[in-house]
């Protein structure tokens, strides 16, 4: 009975943190993505193809975030971007406070995509608003059809749902019809685009996705 009005307590702190961060995104016409999934679906794999596709003059930087390592930095660093690597060390989400951190020192004039990799986990990151414009949710066709329904929050709060490894459907059992119904069903509006990492087929989808939320956002003068 005590942990309920300290979680809500550490919540409401996290909205007042990310309604700041949303307001600071907004003036500078940045648009924010927060990518989440569970441990492997293919984040880091997705943002490695996204960032290799974009023109070295594009405005975009990366934060990633993981309990520990930089692994997932190291990998982001080589096509030439800003990444850093966000380790909380040991807790499973990202939040406000972390996020703002992660942005220390860095012109938010000079992004206009700032692209967050989550803690790989399907639960936590769903109650964390990062101020992000969007959530989007990666699953792997390895992970099961039920997963939409079994982890219902994030999916309901994703923007999209990245569908990816596609290049493993021979090899497992995995319904994509079904997997996408049942995203459907916890979030009718959700799009899905379904990707491989691996032979690059639907990355055009992904992008075309990014593209057209890049359009879309708008500066506000303050
Ligand atoms: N076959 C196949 N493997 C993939 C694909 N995408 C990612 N992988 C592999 O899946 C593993 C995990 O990929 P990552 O991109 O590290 O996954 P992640 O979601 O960033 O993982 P965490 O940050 O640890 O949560 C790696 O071995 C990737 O090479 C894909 O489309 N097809
Ligand atoms: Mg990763």
Same mark, same amino acid.
């Given at each position: 009975?005590?942990?309920? %009005?300290? $979680? &809500?307590?550490?919540?409401?702190?996290? #909205?007042?943190?990310?309604?700041?961060?949303?307001? /600071?995104? +907004?003036?500078?016409?940045?648009?924010?993505?927060?990518?989440v999934s569970a441990p492997g679906s293919g984040?880091?794999?997705?943002?490695?193809?996204?960032?290799?596709?974009?023109? %070295?003059? $594009? &405005?975009?930087?990366?934060?990633?975030? #993981?309990?520990?390592?930089?692994?997932?930095?190291? /990998?982001? +660093?080589?096509?030439?971007?800003?990444?850093?690597?966000?380790?909380?060390?040991?807790?499973?989400?990202?939040?406000?406070?972390?996020?703002?951190?992660?942005?220390?020192?860095?012109?938010?004039?000079?992004?206009?995509?700032?692209?967050?990799?989550?803690?790989g986990n399907l639960v936590?990151p769903s109650?964390?608003?990062?101020?992000?414009?969007?959530?989007?949710v990666v699953m792997s066709v390895t992970e099961g059809e039920d997963k939409p329904l079994k982890y219902p929050s994030i999916f309901f709060k994703s923007?999209?749902m990245v569908l990816n490894k596609?290049?493993?459907?021979?090899?497992v059992p995995f319904d994509v019809a079904a997997a996408e119904h049942n995203a459907r069903q916890v979030h009718?509006?959700i799009?899905i685009?379904?990707?491989?990492?691996?032979?690059?087929?639907?990355?055009?989808?992904?992008?075309?996705?990014?593209?057209?939320?890049?359009?879309?956002?708008?500066?506000?003068?303050?």
């Amino acid at each position: 009975m005590e942990r309920l %009005p300290l $979680e &809500r307590k550490v919540l409401s702190e996290n #909205d007042r943190l990310a309604a700041g961060l949303r307001a /600071r995104f +907004a003036e500078h016409g940045i648009l924010c993505l927060n990518l989440v999934s569970a441990p492997g679906s293919g984040k880091t794999s997705l943002l490695e193809r996204t960032l290799e596709s974009l023109a %070295p003059t $594009e &405005r975009v930087a990366v934060l990633t975030g #993981d309990i520990q390592t930089e692994n997932d930095a190291k /990998r982001l +660093a080589r096509y030439g971007f800003p990444v850093r690597q966000i380790t909380n060390g040991g807790t499973c989400h990202l939040d406000g406070r972390m996020i703002e951190r992660g942005l220390e020192g860095w012109d938010l004039a000079a992004i206009e995509l700032l692209l967050i990799e989550n803690v790989g986990n399907l639960v936590c990151p769903s109650s964390y608003d990062l101020g992000e414009a969007a959530k989007v949710v990666v699953m792997s066709v390895t992970e099961g059809e039920d997963k939409p329904l079994k982890y219902p929050s994030i999916f309901f709060k994703s923007k999209l749902m990245v569908l990816n490894k596609l290049d493993l459907l021979p090899y497992v059992p995995f319904d994509v019809a079904a997997a996408e119904h049942n995203a459907r069903q916890v979030h009718p509006e959700i799009e899905i685009v379904r990707t491989s990492c691996q032979t690059r087929v639907g990355l055009e989808d992904w992008l075309a996705w990014l593209r057209r939320g890049m359009s879309q956002r708008v500066a506000v003068q303050v």
